[in-house]
């Protein structure tokens, strides 16, 4: 089958996040812009579009699109703001935030994923974004403060760290509770303390490090 995938994009934008609510228009751009597919292996190219995760190396996986946009657009960013990203997996995360925000740090704990995931968003230009090898869970302290800090994997409680090292005000977006049953969660760290809101149900790999799940 032969993909236009520009059109599968912008159809991708249009159907499953302007008509779910997603109205930020830099991450409407952003996701229009950068080219999805690229970021898996060639033979599931002509599925990067549809409105599911996708598998990737690893037993890791790309989220779905909607969620992507729902996270990113969480985060409030303005186009100045250094962020932090834990668990890089494909690289199509960063490659979005590198679109909306000035720097952005992104570790992945897998060190086949981040070799690759750095060599492509190179090769699309993502001068922004750094791919660290490490423990995320534990931040990357040489680059902090960060304006705006989001999990790419569930994990069964707040890490600590991620907390510490977020500005305030900033806000910190990921999934958290059981393996098979998790919430969306937005943190709002200000001077009057921290709140949460919860954005909705979902379903990710499960977060490695100190403070994600036990193997």
Not at 29 to 45: G, N, Q, V
Not at 52 to 58: G, K, R, S, T, Y
Not at 178 to 184: H, N, P, R, S
Not at 197 to 202: A, I, K, M, R, V
């Amino acid at each position: 089958m032969n993909v236009d995938y520009v059109q599968a994009r912008e159809r991708m934008v249009q159907e499953q996040l302007v008509s779910r609510g997603i109205n930020d228009p830099q991450v409407l751009r952003a996701m229009t812009k950068i080219p999805r597919h690229l970021f898996l292996e060639k033979e599931l190219w002509d599925c990067a579009y549809e409105d599911h995760p996708l598998p990737i190396e690893a037993d890791q996986t790309i989220s779905q699109p909607y969620i992507v946009a729902l996270m990113v657009e969480a985060l409030e960013l303005r186009g100045g703001e250094r962020v932090l990203e834990v668990g890089t997996g494909s690289g199509y995360v960063a490659a979005v935030l590198g679109e909306v925000c000035a720097e952005v740090f992104s570790v992945e704990v897998v060190e086949g994923l981040a070799l690759k995931a750095r060599i492509l968003l190179s090769s699309l230009g993502y001068r922004n974004v750094s791919v660290l090898v490490g423990d995320g869970t534990l931040g990357c302290e040489e680059h902090a403060p960060y304006d705006a800090v989001v999990i790419s994997a569930a994990a069964p409680c707040i890490p600590r760290p991620l907390i510490e090292q977020l500005k305030i005000p900033g806000y910190l977006v990921f999934p958290m509770g059981e393996k098979e049953l998790q919430t969306l969660v937005r943190i709002r760290k200000d001077s009057a303390g921290i709140r949460e809101e919860y954005l909705g149900d979902c379903h990710f790999v499960k977060l490695r490090g100190r403070y994600g799940w036990e193997d």
